[in-house]
């Protein structure tokens, strides 16, 4: 590599020496804990629990720390008055990591071309901040104005969520690669489920209680054709939000509001209803693995968590639907009747911002 951000052969990170030397407090202990975090991913990934790899931006955008739109993030104008909220955060990720077996650093199954995304964001953020060594504070100041470290900061979030993204994705793919390898059980189908919605009430009913249940995943190996761009409105949406429901064996009426009325806010901060939607822009897209469909699911989460008796294709609105409820039942332990839906998904959360999940 042509930086020091990270050796190797022992994967681990380093972030600090290529701190500017004006920087200010806010923006040292930014860069930080962003290495605590990227740290904290890596490590976790190499011992197998990549799938709970910390997410920086959320937690910060959690503390109001910073905003978050269309996946895209900043830091707040204030933020260096926040350096407690910021060191709470990096205390907690180190606590995290603390109980990873370091020597996942060196020996963890992190395949390369998940490592080659990760440490092309890293060679890219360390090449910005060694570019504001020379970077000189106004005059009268010790450091840099906030002006001046602006894109700084953009350049450690927009670094953290690709290596978070980078995670998360070899995280689901492995996962989905042991559902396969283990996939012994036959896996469940509705009786009554035949692609239509209405649920007839021959589901499992719900009573409040758990969350991912597993025999209502089918695992498939490929996430099938694209349909055309297609704007649903309200009552279109609500119908098909009700056949992925149907599909995941969910008929109580309060569970099936609560995932309704989420899944909508969802959905329209996703794609806007367009069921043929897919993101060629954002880092999915780079990887080569693009967000699709109403619920913009990339297609390896797809595949892991595609529900029994829906479509293949990835933007086919119902499997679409039903595949990212059930991921988000087993990512966010949401509940299978919905109640916490919008307290742990922000994206399904009208009353607060809008936050990719």
Same mark, same amino acid.
């Given at each position: ?20 030397? @004006? ?15 990227? +740290? ?6 190499? /011992?197998?629990?990549?799938?709970? @790899? ?24 204030? $933020?260096? %008055? ?20 370091? /020597? ?21 953020? %360390?090449?910005?901040?060694?570019? @504001? ?22 350049? *450690? ?36 489920? %035949? ?12 009573? &409040? ?6 025999? $209502?995943?089918?695992?498939?190996? /490929? ?11 309200? /009552? +279109? ?11 995941? &064996?969910? %008929?109580?009426?309060?569970?099936? @509001? ?46 892991? $968590?595609? *529900? ?29 009747? &919905? ?16 936050? &990719? $999940?």
């Amino acid at each position: 590599m042509s930086s020091t951000a990270t050796k190797k052969d022992d994967r681990t990170v380093d972030l600090d020496s290529h701190c500017p030397p @004006a920087a200010s407090p806010g923006l040292r202990d930014l860069i930080d804990t962003a290495q605590e975090a990227i +740290q904290t991913s890596i490590d976790l990934l190499g /011992s197998g629990r990549g799938g709970e @790899a910390p997410d920086l931006v959320k937690l910060l955008n959690d503390k109001q720390i910073a905003q978050v739109k269309d996946g895209k993030a900043k830091m707040v104008d204030n $933020y260096s %008055t926040k350096m407690s909220d910021l060191d709470k955060i990096k205390s907690d990720i180190h606590k995290q990591d603390s109980g990873v077996n370091t /020597s996942a650093r060196e020996t963890g199954d992190i395949s390369s071309d998940t490592w080659s995304d990760i440490t092309k964001a890293i060679e890219q953020l %360390t090449g910005t901040l060694d570019s @504001a060594h020379d970077w000189e504070p106004p005059k009268g100041s010790k450091y840099l104005s906030a002006a001046r470290e602006a894109p700084l900061t953009k350049a *450690v979030l927009t670094a953290v969520i690709s290596v978070h993204d980078a995670v998360q994705l070899a995280a689901d793919q492995v996962q989905s690669q042991a559902d396969k390898i283990g996939g012994s059980q036959t896996p469940y189908v509705p009786s009554s489920y %035949t692609g239509g919605g209405g649920g007839s009430g021959s589901y499992v009913p719900v009573d &409040g209680s758990g969350g991912y249940n597993s025999k $209502y995943t089918q695992p498939v190996s /490929s996430s099938g054709g694209r349909v055309p761009h297609q704007r649903l409105d309200k /009552s +279109q949406l609500e119908e098909y939000i009700g056949k992925a429901l149907d599909a995941l &064996g969910i %008929t109580d009426p309060t569970a099936r @509001a609560n995932w309704t009325k989420g899944y909508l806010t969802l959905i329209e901060r996703e794609s806007g209803g367009d069921v043929g939607s897919i993101n060629l822009t954002d880092s999915n897209a780079a990887a080569g693995h693009p967000s699709q469909g109403l619920t913009q699911t990339i297609p390896s989460t797809f595949e892991a $968590y595609h *529900v029994a008796g829906t479509s293949n294709s990835i933007t086919d609105p119902t499997a679409n639907i039903a595949s990212s409820m059930n991921y988000v039942m087993n990512r966010y332990h949401v509940s299978r009747d &919905g109640a916490n839906l919008t307290s742990n998904v922000q994206q399904a959360d009208a009353g607060r911002p809008a936050m &990719g $999940y």
